[in-house]
């Protein structure tokens, strides 16, 4: 099955500098590939996922990358702000139908002002 | 996305005893999932609950410790079943993962289990 391995598992940023969490996973078949923003004592929240078909995504601040080749993907978070501190989790699953997700240890995001 | 509620929201739960956590969902919805995630881990699927049949459950999971209900396309129920301390968890509804909903889960606000 799916292998979904993430790093760092902690990572402390300056305000205003950039962040980088990645992943690799196992499953040549995966092709789904979400990321989410846990903060302390709430849900998980989607905050950005990209498939197969493209090499980057892009929502303001946040980017992930994905190269195939390599089965590895990555979270880019610019301008880090106090607000961004969570902890980060990876995710992967097939696009065929309903697939559940396999998800990668997480990141613990800390942002000093 | 669809607003998924849960009840309880927290609770405190002897050990040996059994806790039932009920999963509703906005709109009609073919699959619902059950995730655990334990103190400072990540997410594990527990099983998948399908409307009309069995639950699937992943590995290391089974039925008797974690039954699943699904009587209809917006509800569904995970019990979890003579308690240990090590069975506190977030338990986490969610639903998606089709590809009509473009494979995007989304998750209920979790309901937090304390065994002692």
């Known amino acids: 099955g799916e292998n979904v391995e993430q790093h760092p598992s902690t990572l402390s940023v300056q305000e205003g500098d950039s962040a980088v969490i990645k992943c690799t996973y196992s499953?040549?078949?995966?092709?789904?590939f979400p990321w989410y923003k846990q903060e302390l004592g709430k849900r998980p929240q989607l905050i950005i996922d990209?498939?197969?078909?493209?090499g980057e995504k892009k929502d303001q601040r946040i980017a992930v990358t994905l190269n195939k080749t390599a089965k590895h993907f990555s979270l880019h978070i610019t301008e880090t702000q106090p607000e961004d501190s969570a902890v980060y989790f990876c995710?992967?699953?097939?696009?065929?139908?309903?697939?559940?997700?396999?998800f990668g240890t997480g990141t613990r995001l800390l942002v000093s002002p | 996305s669809a607003v998924i509620s849960q009840k309880p929201s927290r609770d405190i739960c002897q050990r040996g005893t059994s806790l039932t956590i009920q999963c509703q969902v906005d709109?009609?919805?073919?699959?619902m999932f059950w995730y655990r995630q334990q103190p400072g881990q990540s997410l594990t699927l527990i099983a998948t609950?399908?409307?009309?049949?069995?639950?699937?459950?992943e590995s290391g999971f089974v039925i008797d410790k974690f039954p699943i209900s699904r009587p209809n396309l917006t509800f569904s129920t995970l019990t979890v079943s003579n308690m240990s301390p090590e069975d506190s968890s977030i338990y986490l509804c969610?639903?998606?993962?089709?590809?009509?909903?473009?494979?995007?889960?989304?998750f209920g606000e979790g309901s937090w289990l304390t065994v002692v």
């Open positions: 709109s009609q919805v073919t699959m």
């Open positions: 969610s639903v998606g993962g089709s590809r009509d909903s473009g494979n995007t889960i989304y």
């Open positions: 499953d040549s078949a995966s092709n789904y």
């Open positions: 609950a399908n409307q009309g049949s069995e639950a699937t459950y």
């Open positions: 995710a992967a699953s097939r696009d065929t139908g309903f697939q559940k997700l396999v």
């Open positions: 990209i498939r197969s078909n493209v």
